[in-house]
């Protein structure tokens, strides 16, 4: 029986295709879906078209009863439809599966295909970017006169959906279009699937962010770190080093385009001059703090302003220096002897040359006395000078202490907002979609 079928539509088919192709038939219709499968740079799909050919009719009376066939679909007339933004030479669906005819001329043909379609890719939000890839299905060959397309279903079927490790699908609407093209009068018709798909961050997360923020967060550690253990530009410079080797790591991974600078190149190159500042601001940190009277002159608003303001604001105690720790010791000369002309530094040249001196307290001083005393005079005021001089290398400390509290909560606060500003762009992009 179905040799006797084939027999008598296969002849029928053959003049069908020619009829078609003189454009002498009225237009048919051919309905169309897509069902996905594979979500990636090359799309598996399953196309079902749908149409009714009148020349493939037959009574199943006289056959039998038969009232459906499956024929190969290179025998019969088809539909050439193809992806217009195809990113490889191919256009044409393989012709290998069969066709399902029913007696009334239905046919029904669901081809699987792979396709490769050219996709924008806008990578301003990665790794949180949302892309919207489009498929354009239409005839190549037949105008609207010829072949009218119908969309079945408002939506890409995604029941056979394979989960990629990589994208999300958040929908995939289809739509129909009738476009009269410059190049012709006529218009075509065709049908383009609209793929909102969301890349997965959870990879570049913890590979490339987390261990980036870690890093800036590392910078503000800096500040923290005394000045006194010589450590801060070495610190500062590791973290530099450590920063260069992972952006060397992770280049390859972030998408190479001159278009736009993604998301995670505008971080880490916050993060690089992030970590720059901190070491510029180190140095300048660590010239302050080792300042003396004989190289720079404290001037009165650095006293006003970092020694009596900030401190009062940032809620800052100075450090005791060991010698207010430490009780002061008591004058070695009593009232009586201190005013005496031998102490003073205008005692007569008699008293100074051993004669003795009208002042009856200074005349019984022998001559060794009189050198002992002035030389604990000279080691009292040299102790004196040193003391001042280390007052004021204390002030240009505390100067140095309060400049990197102060870059100590701006750090903490750029690297907050820092980050968080740039990680909420993404995620009220996605809100508006």
């Known amino acids: 029986l179905r040799r006797a079928v084939l027999g008598v539509l296969l002849p029928a088919a ?10 002498a038939l009225s237009a048919s219709r051919a309905p169309q879906s897509c069902q996905l499968s594979l979500p990636s740079a090359a799309a598996a799909e399953q196309q079902r078209f749908i149409w009714n050919d009148y020349k493939l ?44 005819l029913k007696y009334t001329g239905d046919v029904t043909w669901i081809p699987p295909a792979i396709f490769k379609s050219s996709c924008k890719i806008d990578v301003t939000y990665f790794p949180f970017d949302y892309q919207n890839c489009t498929m354009k299905f239409g005839s190549w060959s037949y105008d609207k006169a010829k072949i009218d397309l119908v969309l079945i279903g408002s939506t890409m079927n995604l029941k056979d959906y394979w989960e990629s490790g990589e994208w999300a699908i958040i929908k995939a609407p289809g739509y129909k279009h009738d476009i009269k093209y410059n190049c012709c009068e006529e218009i075509y018709p065709d049908i383009t699937y609209s793929l909102y798909i969301r890349r997965l961050p959870l990879f570049y997360t913890i590979n490339m962010i987390i261990p980036c923020l870690l890093i800036s967060f590392l910078t503000v550690l800096v500040f923290y770190l005394p000045s006194d253990c010589g450590e801060k530009v070495t610190l500062c410079i590791s973290v530099l080093l450590s920063l260069t080797v992972f952006l060397l790591v992770i280049t390859e991974t972030i998408p190479s385009t001159s278009l736009v600078i993604p998301l995670i190149g505008e971080y880490l190159l916050f993060t690089m001059i992030f970590v720059t500042l901190s070491i510029v601001i180190t140095v300048f940190v660590l010239n302050v703090h080792y300042r003396t009277p004989k190289t720079h002159t404290m001037p009165v608003w650095v006293r006003t302003i970092f020694l009596n303001l900030l401190p009062r604001i940032m809620f800052m105690t100075r450090p005791a220096s060991d010698e207010e720790n430490n009780q002061k010791p008591k004058p070695f000369y009593t009232t009586e002897f201190s005013n005496l002309n031998c102490f003073n530094s205008s005692e007569t040249k008699c008293c100074k040359d051993g004669f003795v001196c009208q002042d009856t307290a200074c005349s019984f001083l022998s001559p060794e006395m009189r050198d002992a005393i002035e030389s604990v005079k000279y080691i009292a005021e040299n102790m004196k000078m040193q003391n001042e001089a280390k007052e004021i290398q204390d002030d240009w400390k505390y100067v140095a202490m309060v400049i990197d ?24 992009a996605g809100d508006e979609m």
């Open 14 to 23: 053959s003049k069908h295709f020619l009829h078609r192709r003189s454009g």
């Open 57 to 100: 009719r037959w009574n199943p009376v006289d056959y039998g009863g038969a009232e459906f066939i499956r024929v190969p679909s290179g025998q019969i007339w088809k539909p050439d439809i193809v992806l217009y933004n195809n990113a490889v030479g191919d256009f044409q669906v393989d012709d290998k599966t069969k066709a399902l």
């Open 405 to 428: 509290r102060i870059f100590l909560w701006v750090f903490i606060l750029v690297c907050i907002l820092g980050t968080a500003g740039l990680f909420l762009q993404p995620l009220m």
